[in-house]
């Protein structure tokens, strides 16, 4: 028999919108993300995830109809290729609200912590680099990151057919 160490993020994790007024969560907030780097593999007999860390730099676009996907946060996180899929969270210490240190002129050591999803990494955008001083360009991840964010996730996954999917799913393990 095999035994799998798996982890799952509930609902009552994902970011909503009326949490990001609430938490005051905005631009320089700390984010990581879980996953892997397609393109460095390491032999491994343990599926071991990298994390990559990194600021909100952009919160998401509030264009008038549906979502698409690039309006959500914008992240800069170094990430790599490899990464989109990857679930991203954002979070606070204590002591690590920039905002408010700016706002006051002091840091409130006693301001509540979280950890939430932010939402889910889908890719990044190109740089264009001179090498050495010479007009010739190589292009290159700029490690600024989308992240579809988790209200938009759990919207997607509440709609009827994946709700029914995993009544149905939930009914045949019961069989078990």
């Known amino acids: 028999d095999k035994v799998f160490n798996i982890h799952f993020i509930g609902t009552g994790m994902f970011l909503s919108q009326g949490q990001i007024p609430v938490m005051d969560i905005g631009i320089g907030d700390d984010v990581f993300m879980v996953g892997h780097l397609v393109d460095h593999p390491e032999p ?89 001083g010479q007009q010739a360009s190589s292009r290159g991840m700029s490690g600024m990151s989308v992240v579809v964010p988790a209200w938009e996730i759990r919207t997607l996954l509440e709609r009827e057919v994946f709700v029914k999917q995993r009544e149905e799913d939930e009914r045949n393990m019961s069989s078990y």
Do not use: C, T
């Not at 599926?47 to 309006?71: C, I, L, T, W």
């Open 44 to 132: 491994s007999p343990v599926n071991e995830p990298y994390v990559r860390f990194g600021h909100v730099s952009k919160m998401p676009s509030q264009n008038a109809g549906a979502f698409k996907r690039e309006d959500g946060f914008r992240v800069d996180m170094r990430s790599r290729v490899g990464f989109s899929g990857s679930p991203v969270f954002v979070y606070r210490n204590p002591a690590s609200n920039v905002k408010e240190g700016v706002d006051s002129g002091m840091v409130n050591i006693g301001a509540p912590a979280f950890l939430s999803l932010l939402g889910v990494h889908w890719g990044g955008y190109l740089e264009l680099w001179d090498l050495d």
